[in-house]
């Protein structure tokens, strides 16, 4: 049981290219959602996912696309990188829950943009 | 969600407990108090979650005031490895979590 699986670990990217970060889980977790987090921050909600073909947008959203074809994968894309999205990167996956749930995130993703 | 307030910032002797505070006065009847850590920039880790009773697992425990407005989360036997910043998020469920600053704990010999 892998838990939460983020790659790459390290990316060092020039302004303007694209990418997208991986993100597996393997614990058939219907919820599924992807933050980032700045220096000296909290963590902030990009995307998140309540189950394979549906998806929403979290609370900084602009700049990045998810799509959720299965359960087990969530990835998130950079379309044109910018240097404000030098961030750390976490996915984050849970059952859903009436009586609450506990989230498991990844180790993270940290992206440079030059 | 309903806003948190936290001490920036909290020190404790290893061995001791370690008594982290939050205000939550703005919470609702279906919102649970939920406590992350995270150490060295990892992936946050849960520590534990409650919804009115007090709550104890082997990392820790919460304790909820009857009123709900606030909790307190207790490492009974702090130790270095628990230095980390300390998030309390309220939420009413899902994958939706709202993180604060949270309390950097300082475990010092």
């Known amino acids: 049981n892998a838990g939460v699986t983020q790659t790459p670990k390290f990316q060092v990217l020039k302004t303007g290219q694209s990418m997208t970060l991986q993100c597996a889980q393997d614990?058939?977790?219907?919820?599924m959602s992807w933050y980032r987090q700045d220096p000296g921050m909290g963590l902030r909600l990009i995307h998140y996912?309540?189950?394979?073909?549906?998806?929403d947008q979290g609370e900084v959203p602009n700049g990045y696309n998810v799509s959720r074809s299965t359960t087990e994968d969530f990835p998130l894309r950079l379309l044109s990188a910018a240097p404000s999205q030098t961030s750390v990167y976490f996915c984050?996956?849970?059952?859903?829950?009436?009586?609450?749930?506990?989230?498991?995130f990844g180790e993270g993703s940290w992206l440079t943009v030059v | 969600d309903a806003k948190t307030t936290q001490p920036p910032s909290m020190d404790c002797a290893e061995g001791r407990a370690a008594n982290l505070p939050c205000n939550h006065s703005t919470i609702s009847g279906n919102e649970y108090v939920y406590w992350y850590r995270q150490i060295h920039s990892q992936g946050p880790q849960y520590i534990i979650h409650?919804?009115?009773n007090n709550e104890t697992n082997e990392m820790a425990s919460l304790i909820i005031t009857e009123d709900r407005k606030s909790s307190t989360l207790i490492l009974p036997h702090a130790t270095l490895r628990d230095t980390a910043v300390y998030y309390c998020?309220?939420?009413?469920?899902?994958?939706?979590?709202?993180f604060g600053t949270g309390t950097q704990l300082k475990v010092e010999l």
């Open positions: 984050a996956s849970s059952y859903s829950s009436t009586s609450g749930n506990t989230i498991y």
């Open positions: 996912s309540v189950g394979a073909g549906i998806t």
């Open positions: 998020i309220v939420t009413g469920g899902g994958n939706k979590l709202t």
């Open positions: 614990m058939n977790h219907e919820y």
């Open positions: 409650g919804l009115k």
